[in-house]
């Protein structure tokens, strides 16, 4: 199945970490959505949501990976489905060909607008976005977002060691 990431999960040694058999296919894009770290994280930070917004102009730019059912299963552990997130069927654009896949949205009672994330978690979008060769604005658009410090030293220390970060 395709599984359309946006979010941490764009940088393939976070993904790999979790899923090792994941694998990946190509990048698209999600048009109507916009990217915002207004997700409430069980950790008090803000994790990314691929908003619906309606709007023509926006666009969430991701990785679409090939997961295996197992893998799909712990994914859904792992991002919460029904605790925070829902997944949601997108169609999304890659390379001049429309490409059906599924992803991880927010559900409203878990947003809030004033979430930051903490910057080892931005540094996965950010690192990710420039692994798949985003746009430039883009990746400038999520660098620019306001992160904090990790309270927690080995939860920080832990996800910092994971890929090129």
């Known amino acids: 199945m395709n599984y359309f990431a946006y979010g941490s999960n764009l940088l393939h040694q976070r993904l790999k970490a979790r899923t090792p058999q994941a694998r990946v296919l190509t990048t698209a894009a999600l048009r109507g959505h916009d990217l915002r770290f207004h997700k409430t994280g069980d950790d008090g930070s ?12 926006d666009i969430v730019h991701g990785v679409i990976y090939h997961l295996d059912a ?17 997944i949601k069927n997108v169609s999304v654009a890659a390379g001049g060909t429309r490409v059906e896949a599924f992803t991880y949205v927010v559900e409203d009672a878990y947003i809030d607008p004033d979430m ?20 430039r ?5 999520i660098s620019a977002v306001e992160a904090f410090h990790d309270p927690d030293e ?12």
Do not use: M
Not at 46 to 57: I, L, N, P, V
Not at 137 to 141: F, W
């Open 46 to 57: 803000g994790k990314c949501d691929a908003f619906h917004t309606g709007g023509e102009t």
């Open 70 to 86: 197992e893998s799909r299963r712990i994914l859904d552990r792992i991002e919460g489905v029904g605790c925070g997130y829902r």
């Open 116 to 135: 930051r994330p903490f910057h080892w978690y931005k540094r996965f979008v950010v690192e990710g976005a420039k692994q798949n060769a985003f746009p």
């Open 137 to 141: 604005e883009y990746i400038a658009t």
């Open 154 to 165: 080995a939860r920080r220390k832990r996800n910092l060691s994971i890929g090129t970060l």
